[in-house]
């Protein structure tokens, strides 16, 4: 049997903005969210926005994040750690925001297919 995840995060986004949806599969301790943003996205406010907090399995946490996306494509960056069945775990989920600019999609289609040698 397969053990259900003991974070499931979830993203709407919007032009500034993303309404995350924590989900906890497990009881969790000194749990902490912290958002980042990655190829020029930038957080606006508190990048940790949840310190040190107990979690009870089946709990959801709805968190707001505003944000200045990047030139191009842009990611925001999801953590949450904490020690959860007893041991200290880390859960990450990145989510792409706007669209890529032609360096991005040529690295894209480098990553599918590398180049010939």
């Known amino acids: 049997m397969l053990a259900a995840a003991a974070v499931t995060i979830s993203a709407l986004l919007a032009n500034n903005s993303a309404h995350l949806t ?3 599969g497990a009881e969790g301790e000194e749990v ?3 958002v ?3 190829e020029g996205l930038k957080v606006r406010g ?3 926005p949840l310190k040190g907090r107990l979690v009870a399995r089946g709990e959801r ?3 707001d994040v505003d944000f200045e996306p990047g030139p191009a ?3 925001l960056t999801v953590e949450v750690t904490g020690k959860f069945q007893g041991e200290q775990k880390s859960f990450s989920q990145a989510f792409r925001v706007g669209r890529p600019d032609d360096e991005q999609r040529r690295k894209d289609r ?3 297919a590398p180049p010939p040698r």
């Open 46 to 48: 508190e990048e940790t």
């Open 22 to 24: 924590i989900r906890f």
């Open 73 to 75: 494509r842009s990611t």
């Open 61 to 63: 946490l709805a968190l």
């Open 36 to 38: 980042r943003g990655g």
């Open 110 to 112: 480098e990553r599918i």
């Open 32 to 34: 902490r969210v912290t």
